[in-house]
């Protein structure tokens, strides 16, 4: 009930090509869905968020696609680039998760490598 | 504005013994939790404090222990390690405006 499985575990895009990253949940009570990116040595960072009351929703080359009835998420990475290789998480929380109130459920991440 | 630092950034501990993490969260933020980092399993909630109260904790043995103080800064504690410890200890803090972590570098544990 509160996994959130990611899928691929790696991922290897060409540069200039389009990276997807997708994550399914169980827990209807989930309503903020963050995807957060880590460099080697470095903590997570949030990349983008999305709650269930849209279906998309882009910041620059980054874009989450979200499907409430199928209860899949997913990152897409536009013109992706060798900058970008990186892990990702996607994450899960409910609606009480304002100010850290509580926890993220985290997917077990994605190594993307961009080829120049 | 500074962000979230943890100290100290490597530590090489032997089973059996304890270890102290330091968190100092960014300026105003009242909210602290604490992951752990696996390779195995992924980034898994410890717990979680807010003005010094625990308000949140996740599935870990009792050897693993938290506090907060009134500056906000927090520490975490690992009494009799054991070689399953070994992992990157990651310090996140939260404020009102928003529902993002920022996480800081981590404290990587390494139990021998």
């Known amino acids: 009930q509160q996994q959130v499985k990611q899928s691929p575990q790696s991922l290897i895009v060409q540069k200039g090509g389009i990276s997807i990253i997708n994550c399914a949940y169980e827990?209807?009570?989930?309503?903020?869905f963050p995807w957060y990116q880590q460099f080697p040595g470095k903590g997570p960072a949030l990349l983008i968020a999305?709650?269930?009351?849209?279906s998309e929703k882009k910041e620059g080359r980054f874009t989450i696609s979200f499907n409430k009835s199928a209860k899949q998420f997913s990152l897409h990475i536009m013109d992706s680039q060798p900058g970008d290789s990186a892990t990702y998480f996607c994450?899960?929380?409910?609606?009480?998760?304002?100010?850290?109130?509580?926890?993220?459920?985290f997917g077990q991440g994605t190594r993307l490598t961009i080829n120049p | 504005k500074a962000g979230v630092t943890q100290t100290p950034r490597y530590l090489i501990k032997t089973r059996g013994q304890q270890v102290t993490l330091s968190c100092s969260p960014i300026?105003?933020?009242?909210?602290v939790s604490w992951y752990q980092q696996t390779p195995g399993q992924g980034l898994q909630f410890l717990f979680e404090?807010?003005?010094?109260?625990?308000?949140n904790k996740g599935n870990f043995p009792g050897r693993f222990s938290g506090r907060q103080f009134s500056n906000s800064r927090s520490e975490m504690n690992v009494s009799t390690l054991e070689l399953g410890d070994s992992a990157l200890y990651l310090c996140?803090?939260?404020?009102?405006?928003?529902?993002?972590?920022?996480f800081g570098s981590g404290t990587r544990l390494t139990v021998v």
């Open positions: 996140a803090s939260s404020d009102r405006k928003g529902y993002g972590y920022t």
């Open positions: 827990n209807t009570a989930f309503d903020y």
């Open positions: 999305i709650r269930p009351d849209v």
């Open positions: 994450a899960a929380s409910d609606g009480s998760f304002f100010e850290g109130a509580q926890k993220l459920v």
């Open positions: 300026s105003g933020h009242r909210s």
């Open positions: 404090y807010f003005s010094e109260t625990q308000r």
